[in-house]
């Protein structure tokens, strides 16, 4: 680590390694980011595939990718350090990505599979890397986790323009090896940064040398054998839905026999919140993760992209997202610091109610839009734009929190296992969304707006309602969750939502 930056660190009061990890996030989500919101297009305008099989293959893609976060925090830690993990997955990312390159449908899913074996194991890595500077109550957890949110979100900002720049080119060639560029740029960081990155506390770092050496032979040749497993899910996209569906009620399962497990009563109730606000971001994430695939559809083909003489490519639109992030945050901060003055106490279980009724009218407006469109059936921006808004503050106020909330409930043991449970409810959640964005589109593969409308809108009004009921019962039951997770002192718990929204005006000035 360079000396500037070990001041800077001290001066902030962030352990050592902190401020490299957030650079390293920026510059390993720039080819996600790419994936996340042109994957679709591709399939459909580069291969010529149908949109119900970008759909599906989309929603195994993401599914695949953070039900392996699961696998990666269990095998980080255990037989592999964290930091080494990651610098694998980056390499295979870079693979996966000249494979892509190639612009041929022949090399596509080992491109494809390739690629998401390295993407689905590095996440984890990365926040598990962060939550180990910090001690179980330090509050510059929380801080850290928002300024990591701030520079994953600059990072899409940046994936998502160039996207949408070579998309308009339709020079897919060039846009998949900007993405092997950013992967060998985070590579290098890590490690450029390696000494300060390692693992801290965890059983492979416990192990003797020798045994570490034979679990990275093993582990290298683990992660080289992953994708050859991951192309018959790619192949076979609706089989492999309906299978990440089976692993994520196996995984709710095993979280309540975990919590029987647990020897204390403070323990069990938290691992009990723990399942609880899982189901309850699994219902989020659905709507959410229909954005790269049936609502950029509907936005390519059912909405006024052109804006005097420029055409509006679908992956700008995410970057409404990015820029509500950036400028919410403050804003939230703010506002949740000015209640909690006014005596108004802030609690998760409560943020997580106004998400689901946040994204739920997010959906809920679009079909007012579509009821409005002009005699062509196209859809003005502007709800659009609305709808873009209203997901971005009910991403504020589940995801960070989410991250953060783990390192608060977990036993030291299974941090790495919850981290992945919790992204493997993003993964069921892309899988329903796969299902929701091919009910857009039943019955055909027409793509004019004046057939598609109708049932663009029926399943948009749908999963609104789902999401406003889903906060509803979730607003019935926060007092029981509050309850189970509420096992510190109210001053506790006040100082940490403090440091939680302080850090979220700091993080993005």
């Not at 299978?243 to 026999?257: A, N, R």
Request: charged share 10%; hydrophobic share 50%; aromatic share 12%.
């Amino acid at each position: 680590m360079s000396i500037v930056e070990n001041n800077h660190e001290l001066r902030i009061g962030l352990p050592q390694g902190t401020i490299s990890l957030f650079f390293i996030q920026t510059f390993s989500i720039l080819s996600f980011s790419v994936f996340y919101s042109t994957l679709a297009l591709f399939i459909t305008n580069k291969l010529g595939l149908s949109i119900q099989s970008a759909n599906s293959i989309t929603g195994i893609f993401l599914a695949a990718n953070f039900a392996l976060h699961l696998l990666g925090g269990y095998w980080g830690g255990r037989f592999l350090s964290y930091r080494a993990l990651f610098c694998l997955g980056m390499c295979v990312q870079i693979i996966g990505c000249i494979l892509l390159a190639t612009v041929e449908e022949a090399y596509f899913y080992y491109g494809l599979a390739t690629f998401l074996a390295g993407c689905g194991l590095n996440v984890t890595c990365i926040n598990c890397m962060l939550t180990q500077r910090f001690q179980p109550k330090d509050n510059q957890r929380e801080t850290a986790f928002l300024w990591n949110y701030s520079s994953m979100n600059f990072g899409l900002f940046i994936g998502f323009s160039l996207s949408g720049y070579f998309q308009l080119l339709q020079d897919y060639h060039r846009l998949f090896l900007f993405c092997s560029l950013g992967n060998l740029i985070a590579l290098f960081l890590c490690l450029y940064f390696w000494p300060v990155l390692a693992d801290q506390n965890t059983s492979y770092s416990r192990l003797k040398k020798s045994v570490q050496r034979r679990f990275s032979l093993y582990s290298m040749g683990l992660i080289l054998t992953l994708p050859l497993l991951l192309i018959p899910l790619l192949h076979f996209a609706n089989w492999a839905n309906k299978l990440v569906l089976l692993i994520g009620f196996l995984m709710l399962v095993t979280i309540i026999c975990l919590a029987f497990q647990q020897t204390t009563r403070d323990a069990r109730e938290k691992m009990f919140a723990f399942a609880g606000l899982m189901v309850v971001g699994t219902v989020f994430w659905t709507l959410y993760l229909i954005g790269p695939m049936g609502l950029t559809h509907f936005i390519a083909h059912n909405v006024e992209r052109h804006w005097l003489m420029l055409t509006i490519p679908p992956q700008w639109f995410q970057n409404i997202n990015t820029l509500c992030i950036v400028i919410g945050g403050p804003s939230l901060g703010f506002l949740l610091n000015r209640m909690r003055s006014w005596g108004i106490k802030i609690n998760i279980p409560t943020q997580f109610v106004c998400a689901l009724l946040f994204i739920g009218l997010a959906f809920l407006v679009l079909p007012i839009g579509i009821a409005r469109a002009d005699s062509s059936g196209m859809v003005s921006p502007g709800w659009i734009i609305a709808s873009f808004i209203l997901q971005s503050a009910g991403e504020l106020l589940i995801s960070p929190i989410g991250y953060a909330m783990i390192g608060a409930v977990a036993p030291p043991s299974l941090q790495g296992v919850m981290m992945g449970m919790w992204m493997l409810g993003m993964g069921v959640g892309a899988a329903l969304s796969s299902y929701s964005s091919n009910w857009m589109t039943a019955g055909g593969n027409s793509i004019s707006p004046l057939i598609t409308n109708p049932s663009y809108s029926s399943v948009f009004l749908k999963l609104g309602a789902l999401a406003i009921v889903s906060s509803l019962i979730l607003l019935i039951v926060v007092p029981k969750l509050k309850k189970w997770m509420n096992h510190q002192s109210d001053v506790e718990k006040e100082n940490d939502l403090r440091s939680t929204m302080d850090s979220v005006i700091i993080s993005q000035e």
